[in-house]
């Protein structure tokens, strides 16, 4: 698989990641064993980046990473983990001392002295702009317990904000084909300061993956059946924020412009590893088979016509209802 750099960072990453929320919660059970496979099987594919949180099965995404990472040293696996949602999503709960209690957990449960990435999960927007949230980030890494530091975000605004501090290394937010928002002015912004982005949810939560309609029902612990109103936190996470029948339509449209042999899943995961200004992209794997194939999406060649179509579909089924509010 081949490589790029993780903005500010200097680390050289494949630009096909994991995303590990699915290894935590909230997406229904899934066993240890199986998600050290999911791990493994990543790995041996190429994989090189792996995304976690502190508040993924409140720890259970870290630790079983931890236990991988015990077991193959030297694996060259950089591992970008999240915090700031173990607490009130209150602007004054971002210091120093809560920074320190949550990444010593963190290193804890990853079993490392300094943590490669930790990222803000997205925190209330005010954060974004506060002198004394930066100044902590930045004696973190005086002191070593973590390398770099990023944001996660919801909105192109906050993602704009935080690029333009000096210590940012990443931005990781929603870029898929229902959501086109990032390429207007995130993208570039980020390629012209020299930050990484990490694109998540690039499958629409599982809807560009063409295995979903009307009738599809989820488990009650799946955030796909019990966050469509957005009552668990932003809406946006899960279908990206889009009406349910409405991507089941989209994606089924996206299904029918990719020629015979090409799966919507891996059109889906090269269109975004296709846009400038992408360092990675994390899909999530509950099995090796699905892991091994969204690692192989990475070296797939975009079909023709595909970029011109993603944006045709958006304009004339998303644009109104999603653009404005992320």
Same mark, same amino acid.
């Given at each position: 698989?081949?490589?790029?750099?993780?903005? *500010?960072?200097?680390?050289? /990453?494949?630009?096909?990641?994991?995303?590990?929320?699915?290894?935590?919660?909230?997406?229904?059970?899934?066993? +240890?064993?199986?998600?050290?496979?999911?791990?493994? #099987?990543?790995?041996?594919?190429?994989?090189?980046?792996?995304?976690?949180?502190?508040?993924?099965?409140?720890?259970?995404?870290?630790?079983?990473?931890? =236990?991988?990472?015990? +077991?193959?040293? !030297?694996?060259?696996?950089?591992?970008?983990?999240?915090? !700031? $949602?173990?607490?009130?999503?209150?602007?004054?709960?971002?210091?120093?001392?809560?920074? $320190?209690?949550?990444?010593?957990?963190?290193?804890? @449960?990853? !079993? %490392?002295?300094?943590?490669?990435?930790?990222?803000?999960?997205?925190?209330?927007?005010?954060?974004?702009?506060?002198?004394?949230?930066?100044?902590?980030?930045?004696?973190?890494?005086?002191?070593?317990?973590?390398?770099?530091?990023?944001?996660?975000?919801?909105?192109?605004?906050?993602?704009?904000?935080?690029?333009? *501090?000096?210590?940012?290394?990443?931005?990781? /937010?929603?870029? @898929?084909?229902? =959501?086109?928002?990032?390429?207007?002015?995130?993208?570039?912004?980020? $390629?012209?300061?020299? %930050?990484?982005?990490?694109? *998540?949810?690039?499958?629409?939560?599982?809807?560009?993956?063409?295995?979903?309609?009307?009738?599809?029902?989820?488990?009650?612990?799946?955030?796909?059946?019990?966050? *469509?109103?957005?009552?668990?936190?932003?809406?946006?996470?899960?279908?990206?924020?889009?009406?349910?029948? #409405?991507?089941?339509?989209?994606?089924?449209?996206?299904?029918?412009?990719?020629?015979?042999?090409?799966?919507?899943?891996?059109?889906? /995961?090269?269109?975004?590893?296709?846009?400038?200004?992408?360092?990675? %992209? /994390?899909?999530?794997? $509950?099995?090796?088979?699905?892991? +091994?194939?969204?690692?192989?999406?990475?070296?797939? +060649?975009?079909?023709?016509?595909?970029?011109?179509?993603?944006?045709?579909?958006?304009?004339?089924?998303? =644009?109104?209802?999603?653009?404005?509010?992320?």
């Amino acid at each position: 698989m081949d490589h790029r750099t993780l903005g *500010r960072t200097g680390r050289t /990453i494949s630009f096909v990641g994991l995303g590990t929320w699915q290894l935590g919660a909230d997406w229904g059970d899934v066993d +240890e064993d199986a998600a050290l496979d999911v791990l493994r #099987a990543s790995a041996d594919a190429g994989v090189t980046f792996f995304d976690t949180a502190d508040v993924y099965g409140d720890g259970r995404s870290e630790q079983v990473i931890g =236990r991988f990472l015990a +077991e193959n040293p !030297g694996s060259g696996i950089t591992v970008a983990t999240k915090m !700031g $949602r173990r607490g009130p999503q209150e602007p004054g709960e971002f210091t120093l001392s809560n920074f $320190r209690a949550w990444t010593d957990r963190s290193r804890k @449960n990853l !079993g %490392v002295d300094t943590l490669d990435l930790v990222q803000l999960h997205c925190p209330p927007t005010p954060v974004f702009s506060s002198d004394e949230v930066y100044d902590a980030l930045d004696i973190l890494v005086a002191d070593g317990a973590i390398a770099a530091y990023g944001v996660s975000v919801e909105t192109c605004d906050e993602a704009l904000t935080a690029i333009a *501090r000096p210590g940012t290394a990443t931005v990781q /937010i929603i870029l @898929n084909a229902f =959501r086109l928002k990032p390429l207007d002015e995130v993208l570039p912004a980020a $390629r012209e300061a020299g %930050v990484g982005i990490i694109a *998540r949810v690039p499958l629409a939560s599982g809807l560009l993956s063409g295995r979903y309609t009307t009738d599809t029902t989820f488990s009650p612990d799946d955030h796909r059946n019990y966050n *469509r109103d957005g009552s668990a936190f932003d809406v946006g996470e899960t279908f990206s924020g889009v009406d349910y029948e #409405a991507g089941v339509a989209a994606a089924q449209e996206f299904a029918a412009q990719l020629p015979e042999g090409v799966t919507p899943a891996a059109a889906a /995961i090269a269109w975004v590893v296709a846009q400038p200004g992408v360092s990675t %992209v /994390i899909p999530g794997a $509950r099995n090796r088979a699905q892991a +091994e194939s969204n690692a192989a999406a990475g070296s797939l +060649e975009l079909p023709a016509g595909l970029d011109a179509a993603v944006r045709d579909l958006y304009d004339r089924t998303f =644009r109104a209802a999603i653009h404005p509010r992320w």
